[in-house]
């Protein structure tokens, strides 16, 4: 296999990964989502006012999984009359987060990360603020009607009484040091045959927090569906320029299948999703996390447009527990529920998630995420050298056979016609690779074992919440967006080209020309790409510009002394 055919396929093939997200979404290509479940039960999407999809969940009163049995209608009469006489705000303030929660409607205002700061470096919030000029907050309710979930239409969940009562409210504000518990419940009844209760239960040093949603319509429960959104956190436009695959979307979890909608690429026919063990709305780095009450349950990312605006939120089954915070690889798994699947390590997952454990590993001991990135490319460097080393001697010794391997050619001439000539050519060649103890695909192999791991730190550096506004010095402040002077990528693309001279060719002279080009056609998709990935590939070039190096001055040492011994006899 001619090795520089395959460096060119595998850098053609990071140029394939991250070139259509820097050019259309910036996001990491994900699979379409499609009904986890082949069964009669799973609903198809209906026509949804403005565009967004109708939920539709397994049959109510059928007994199908995720969807309680309405149970009988009572005789007893409705509940007394129990609204408050005016809004309440209640504040909850542990060491992670500070909310804001609302008695009209029981609606979430404001949940602030303590831990992580936005732009203005200021704890980052993730309520969308333009829920404040829509009028729809999260943890509205959505009702279902024949077993479906209306489209996202405004005026109408304004109307709800769900959304808009005064409930009163047991409990008052909530001061909470780690470990401890406390609850807030916000109760409505329009004494009429209406009851609706909402329950949430924080624990302080804790993202996650349980929920208990009862809704009574003369005496039947009824099953409602909970909203978040529109999106998650409040990026700017700048921010969203200079990120790099932090867009928005549901995912979700369906026994060990993961589902990914993304808001970009939205289809209704592909936004519903039935018989799941969680779904969640999540970018890049922070995630709202809907565990259903009863298993398994069902969701659906919903837009609605307005002029020329598209809104887009999560309509989940209703929940039992709910984790909004940051993806922390630790705290998704401490989660349990196969969370941590929502890091976004991609196909090569398994690769990613061991290269970030060891180099969390090294932060502790190099508190600097730049600098961590380094020592990280290096010990790469040192574990595959003896792969690399075996490579290039395998790549040198098939340039110094060209010769021998181009006569061949040119005595079977018509190989490419006459399968005989073609046998014939091949035995040759393969007793000419036997005699120069040379394996033809020895310079490629060493390469393909490497690929996993290439692409392991690509979605690692990518997705890890870590880099996000780590510097690492000078002018480069944050790890998780590009260079701003683009003096990185540049140099990356120099050390390629350097590294790519220095390597031995079995191409003839034409494509070592356009091999050439490759590093400029690098160098200008990688532009836009992270600091803290350019950092990784540049350090990585440096260094294979020493290996080189080091591995070109064995193998003249040791063809000097093979030479020597040859002219003794």
Same mark, same amino acid.
């Given at each position: 296999?001619?090795?520089?055919?395959?460096?060119?396929a595998?850098?053609?093939?990071?140029?394939?990964?991250?070139?259509?997200?820097?050019?259309?979404?910036?996001?990491?290509?994900?699979?379409?989502?499609?009904?986890?479940?082949?069964?009669?039960?799973? *609903?198809?999407?209906?026509?949804?006012?403005?565009?967004?999809?109708?939920?539709?969940?397994?049959a109510?009163?059928?007994?199908?999984?995720?969807?309680a049995?309405?149970?009988?209608?009572?005789?007893?009469?409705?509940a007394?009359?129990?609204?408050?006489?005016?809004?309440?705000?209640?504040?909850?303030?542990?060491?992670?987060?500070?909310?804001?929660?609302?008695?009209?409607?029981?609606?979430l205002?404001?949940?602030?990360?303590?831990?992580?700061?936005?732009?203005?470096?200021?704890?980052?919030?993730?309520?969308?603020?333009?829920?404040?000029?829509?009028?729809?907050?999260?943890?509205?309710?959505?009702?279902e009607?024949?077993?479906?979930?209306?489209?996202?239409?405004?005026?109408?969940?304004?109307?709800n009484?769900?959304?808009?009562?005064?409930?009163?409210?047991?409990?008052?504000?909530?001061?909470?040091?780690d470990?401890?518990?406390?609850s807030?419940?916000?109760?409505?009844?329009?004494?009429?045959?209406l009851?609706?209760?909402?329950? =949430?239960?924080?624990?302080?040093?804790?993202?996650?927090?349980?929920?208990?949603?009862?809704?009574?319509?003369?005496?039947?429960?009824?099953?409602?569906?909970?909203?978040?959104?529109?999106?998650?956190?409040?990026?700017?436009?700048?921010?969203?320029?200079?990120?790099?695959?932090?867009g928005?979307?549901?995912? #979700?979890?369906?026994?060990?299948?993961?589902?990914?909608?993304?808001?970009?690429?939205f289809?209704?026919?592909?936004?519903?999703?039935?018989?799941?063990?969680?779904?969640?709305?999540?970018?890049?780095?922070?995630?709202?996390?809907?565990?259903?009450?009863?298993?398994?349950?069902?969701?659906?990312?919903?837009?609605?447009?307005?002029?020329?605006?598209?809104?887009?939120?999560?309509?989940?089954?209703?929940?039992?527990?709910?984790?909004?915070?940051?993806?922390?690889?630790?705290?998704?798994?401490?989660?349990?529920?196969?969370?941590k699947?929502?890091?976004r390590?991609?196909?090569?997952?398994?690769?990613?998630?061991?290269?970030?454990?060891?180099?969390? #590993?090294?932060?502790? *001991?190099?508190?600097?995420?730049?600098?961590?990135i380094?020592?990280?490319?290096?010990?790469?460097?040192i574990?595959?050298?003896?792969?690399?080393?075996?490579?290039?001697?395998?790549?040198?010794?098939?340039?110094?056979?060209?010769?021998?391997?181009? *006569?061949?050619?040119?005595?079977?001439?018509?190989?490419?016609?006459?399968?005989?000539?073609?046998?014939?050519?091949?035995?040759?060649?393969?007793?000419?690779?036997?005699?120069?103890?040379?394996?033809?695909?020895?310079?490629?192999l060493?390469?393909?074992?490497?690929?996993?791991?290439?692409?392991?730190?690509?979605?690692?550096?990518?997705?890890?919440?870590?880099?996000?506004?780590?510097?690492?010095?000078?002018?480069?402040?944050?790890?998780s967006?590009?260079?701003?002077?683009?003096?990185t990528?540049?140099?990356?693309?120099?050390?390629?080209?350097?590294?790519?001279?220095?390597?031995?060719?079995? *191409?003839?002279?034409?494509?070592?020309?356009?091999?050439?080009?490759?590093?400029?056609?690098?160098t200008? =998709?990688?532009?836009?790409?992270?600091?803290?990935?350019?950092?990784?590939?540049?350090?990585?070039?440096?260094?294979?510009?020493?290996?080189?190096?080091?591995?070109?001055?064995?193998?003249?040492?040791?063809?000097?002394?093979?030479?020597?011994k040859?002219?003794?006899?």
């Amino acid at each position: 296999m001619d090795t520089k055919r395959l460096i060119a396929a595998i850098v053609l093939s990071v140029v394939v990964l991250f070139g259509y997200q820097f050019l259309f979404t910036k996001k990491a290509p994900e699979t379409q989502a499609v009904n986890p479940a082949a069964s009669p039960a799973a *609903a198809s999407p209906t026509a949804a006012q403005g565009g967004a999809p109708a939920v539709q969940p397994p049959a109510v009163q059928t007994g199908a999984a995720g969807v309680a049995e309405n149970p009988p209608a009572t005789d007893a009469p409705p509940a007394q009359a129990a609204a408050a006489s005016s809004e309440i705000k209640t504040r909850v303030d542990t060491s992670l987060f500070e909310a804001v929660w609302s008695n009209k409607g029981g609606v979430l205002l404001s949940w602030k990360l303590k831990k992580h700061l936005d732009e203005k470096k200021q704890p980052l919030e993730l309520v969308p603020r333009i829920t404040d000029t829509l009028g729809v907050h999260p943890f509205s309710l959505l009702e279902e009607a024949d077993g479906t979930v209306p489209a996202i239409d405004f005026a109408a969940i304004q109307a709800n009484p769900l959304n808009v009562s005064l409930y009163e409210i047991e409990g008052s504000e909530l001061v909470l040091r780690d470990g401890q518990k406390g609850s807030l419940r916000f109760r409505y009844s329009d004494g009429q045959g209406l009851e609706v209760e909402k329950a =949430f239960t924080f624990t302080g040093g804790e993202y996650s927090f349980q929920v208990d949603i009862k809704v009574l319509r003369g005496g039947k429960a009824v099953e409602p569906r909970v909203l978040w959104g529109p999106g998650i956190g409040n990026p700017s436009a700048e921010e969203i320029k200079k990120s790099f695959g932090g867009g928005g979307g549901m995912t #979700a979890l369906a026994g060990k299948n993961l589902y990914r909608v993304d808001e970009r690429r939205f289809k209704p026919e592909k936004s519903v999703l039935n018989y799941l063990d969680w779904a969640a709305y999540d970018d890049n780095y922070f995630c709202a996390l809907f565990v259903p009450a009863t298993q398994p349950g069902a969701a659906a990312l919903v837009r609605r447009d307005v002029e020329k605006s598209a809104y887009y939120f999560l309509a989940a089954s209703r929940p039992r527990q709910v984790f909004l915070g940051p993806k922390e690889f630790d705290r998704l798994a401490d989660f349990g529920l196969n969370a941590k699947k929502l890091m976004r390590f991609g196909t090569f997952g398994i690769f990613a998630e061991g290269l970030f454990i060891t180099i969390r #590993a090294i932060h502790k *001991a190099v508190p600097n995420w730049g600098w961590s990135i380094i020592i990280l490319t290096l010990l790469i460097k040192i574990i595959f050298f003896p792969l690399t080393y075996s490579s290039t001697k395998s790549m040198a010794k098939m340039a110094d056979l060209q010769p021998k391997i181009k *006569a061949l050619r040119n005595k079977y001439k018509k190989s490419k016609t006459d399968i005989d000539e073609r046998r014939k050519m091949n035995e040759e060649m393969m007793a000419l690779y036997k005699q120069n103890g040379v394996n033809p695909a020895g310079g490629c192999l060493p390469i393909l074992i490497q690929i996993p791991f290439f692409f392991g730190i690509f979605k690692m550096l990518q997705s890890a919440i870590e880099f996000r506004h780590s510097p690492w010095m000078l002018w480069i402040g944050d790890l998780s967006v590009k260079d701003p002077t683009y003096v990185t990528p540049i140099l990356m693309g120099v050390t390629q080209f350097i590294s790519q001279k220095m390597t031995p060719s079995t *191409a003839d002279p034409s494509q070592t020309k356009m091999m050439l080009l490759m590093p400029v056609i690098m160098t200008f =998709f990688f532009l836009n790409f992270q600091s803290g990935l350019i950092l990784y590939w540049l350090t990585s070039n440096v260094l294979q510009i020493g290996q080189q190096a080091l591995m070109n001055s064995l193998m003249h040492r040791k063809k000097g002394e093979s030479n020597g011994k040859s002219r003794k006899k």
